[in-house]
């Protein structure tokens, strides 16, 4: 899946200069081979500005809409997502959805990098909430590290529900890459649900936020 650097480049140079980021432990990204960037997830923006921050190429999945959405601002946004390959993908729609998954597998075995949200969707009151098994479904089956990402602030770029960017100060922290076994898909819930709970740990302790043992939802969709 290509990217174009020079699309990332000038996103990173729009982050540093309008927002004045303080970015730290982006040399825990490995210099080649696969890796799995995890983070916490607070703003629309996050998988924008992690692609652009990022040394290396890494592909998040991405909403359909955002490929085919109108106006100048649709048009930036595609730009942009198919510009660093970003995966399309139907929200709500699970055979989609594992479809996905399967081609971050097929990066990973090519050894690229992906990332992923293991809470699911945006945090809207700022707590960190339970991670999903995906990403230690993901760093199992391939053996790729993964790489924690505390951010803090980037809800402010956009809150929840608003619309434009507001430039703003933040914080993007990565910590050291997590490596577990690689039994490959021959492995049981209790494994994954381990490493994912580690992984949770990691982004915590970058992301300095309250924690909460339940899983987030996207809104309207609590019963």
Not at 37 to 44: E, G, P, T, V
Not at 67 to 89: C, D, M, Y
Not at 142 to 165: K, S
Not at 172 to 178: F, I, Q, V, Y
């Amino acid at each position: 899946m290509a990217t174009s650097e020079p699309v990332r480049r000038a996103f990173a140079g729009m982050f540093r200069l309008s927002c004045r980021p303080h970015v730290t432990g982006l040399e825990n990204v490995p210099t080649s081979g696969p890796f799995i960037l995890a983070s916490n997830h607070l703003s629309f923006l996050d998988s924008v500005l992690l692609q652009a921050l990022c040394p290396r190429p890494v592909h998040f999945f991405a909403k359909a809409e955002y490929f085919t959405a109108p106006g100048l601002t649709g048009q930036v946004q595609r730009l942009f997502f198919e510009s660093v390959g970003s995966i399309p993908v139907q929200r709500g729609d699970q055979s989609a959805s594992v479809a996905a998954l399967e081609e971050l597998v097929s990066l990973l075995e090519d050894g690229q990098g992906v990332g992923i949200y293991p809470e699911g969707t945006r945090s809207r009151d700022g707590r960190l909430y339970r991670g999903r098994t995906g990403v230690g479904w993901l760093a199992l089956t391939t053996g790729a590290p993964v790489v924690p990402v505390g951010l803090r602030g980037t809800e402010r770029l956009q809150p929840p529900g608003g619309r434009g960017f507001r430039p703003h100060r933040f914080t993007l922290a990565a910590g050291e890459p997590l490596r577990f076994c690689h039994p490959g898909r021959r492995h049981g819930l209790p494994e994954r649900r381990q490493a994912t709970a580690d992984v949770m740990d990691a982004i915590a302790a970058l992301s300095g936020q309250e924690r909460v043992d339940e899983y987030n939802t996207v809104p309207g969709a609590r019963g």
